[in-house]
């Protein structure tokens, strides 16, 4: 029952209605952060948080200088909220109800990027892989140092999501943390599967107003911050 009031009320759920989210990708669940958990059984945890979105875990501790940290599994969390103090912003997840059109209901806990009075913006990680490089041999004596790479990727979708708890995927995004020889790099490739949510989603006339702003400000929509300034843009036309 609860699960079900969070999907069909997660709109206006905290008072944060279309509060911004940083959307860009640096190496986090390295650090704690203070926050809160509220377990399916309604069971609430206040102290700090470690959302490691690498290996998809998430630890908790009562206060900072706790020796323990305790795992808490994904799918008993009802809500989670904490501050992110590498994207140095809020963030807020949730057990929602969704389903695809015409297909089943299934229970995930997503981020909640953003809310607006009749949908939200929402994104859930999944897909972890590692491919190596092979290390040079006796027969190949020369190489470039910067081939010889180990390359983590994670995988992200982005969903609309209707009042109903239908959600329909907008773009998906692969991170990579790239660890080579000579040099370590993060970069992520995004991949816009439907470019008519967003117009769907927003309207017409405003979705005019958001166009020009993004040919006007040069942003990619297929990068997830490009799409998050996207998306403040608009909320900042629906506030006035």
Same mark, same amino acid.
């Given at each position: 029952?609860?699960?079900? +009031?969070?999907?069909?009320?997660?709109?206006?759920?905290?008072?944060?209605?279309?509060?911004?989210?940083?959307?860009?990708?640096?190496?986090?669940? /390295?650090?704690?952060?203070?926050?809160?958990? +509220?377990? &399916?059984?309604?069971?609430?945890? &206040?102290?700090?948080?470690?959302?490691?979105?690498?290996?998809?875990?998430?630890?908790?501790?009562?206060?900072?200088?706790?020796?323990?940290?305790?795992?808490? #599994?994904?799918?008993? +969390?009802?809500?989670?909220?904490?501050?992110?103090?590498?994207?140095?912003?809020?963030?807020?997840?949730?057990?929602?109800?969704?389903?695809?059109?015409?297909?089943?209901?299934?229970?995930?806990?997503?981020?909640?990027? #953003?809310?607006?009075?009749?949908?939200?913006?929402?994104?859930?990680?999944?897909?972890?892989?590692?491919?190596?490089?092979? /290390?040079?041999?006796?027969?190949?004596?020369?190489?470039?140092?910067?081939?010889?790479?180990?390359?983590?990727?994670?995988?992200?979708?982005?969903?609309?999501?209707? #009042?109903?708890?239908?959600?329909?995927?907008?773009?998906?995004?692969?991170?990579?943390?790239?660890?080579?020889?000579?040099?370590?790099?993060? #970069?992520?490739?995004?991949?816009?599967?439907?470019?008519?949510?967003?117009?769907?989603?927003?309207?017409?006339?405003?979705?005019? /107003?958001?166009?020009?702003?993004?040919?006007?400000?040069? +942003?990619?929509?297929?990068?997830?911050?490009?799409?998050?300034?996207?998306?403040?843009?608009?909320?900042?036309?629906?506030?006035?």
């Amino acid at each position: 029952m609860l699960k079900k +009031i969070v999907a069909f009320l997660f709109f206006i759920f905290c008072c944060v209605v279309g509060q911004s989210q940083d959307m860009r990708n640096p190496e986090t669940g /390295k650090r704690w952060c203070e926050g809160y958990l +509220i377990l &399916e059984d309604g069971t609430k945890f &206040e102290g700090f948080v470690k959302n490691n979105e690498n290996d998809l875990t998430i630890s908790f501790k009562g206060y900072a200088g706790d020796s323990t940290a305790n795992p808490i #599994r994904t799918e008993t +969390i009802l809500f989670m909220e904490y501050f992110d103090i590498d994207r140095n912003t809020k963030r807020r997840f949730a057990s929602l109800e969704t389903r695809e059109k015409g297909g089943r209901i299934e229970t995930h806990v997503y981020e909640i990027i #953003r809310e607006f009075e009749a949908f939200a913006v929402v994104a859930i990680k999944g897909g972890k892989g590692v491919v190596s490089t092979p /290390k040079p041999t006796n027969n190949t004596p020369y190489y470039h140092p910067v081939d010889l790479t180990d390359v983590t990727y994670q995988t992200e979708a982005i969903y609309f999501v209707d #009042r109903e708890g239908t959600r329909e995927l907008y773009l998906e995004v692969e991170f990579r943390n790239v660890d080579a020889l000579v040099f370590d790099y993060n #970069r992520d490739i995004g991949k816009i599967i439907n470019p008519t949510l967003f117009s769907k989603y927003v309207g017409e006339n405003d979705w005019k /107003k958001v166009q020009s702003y993004i040919k006007k400000n040069d +942003i990619k929509l297929h990068k997830r911050d490009g799409f998050a300034k996207a998306l403040e843009y608009y909320a900042s036309l629906v506030a006035k």
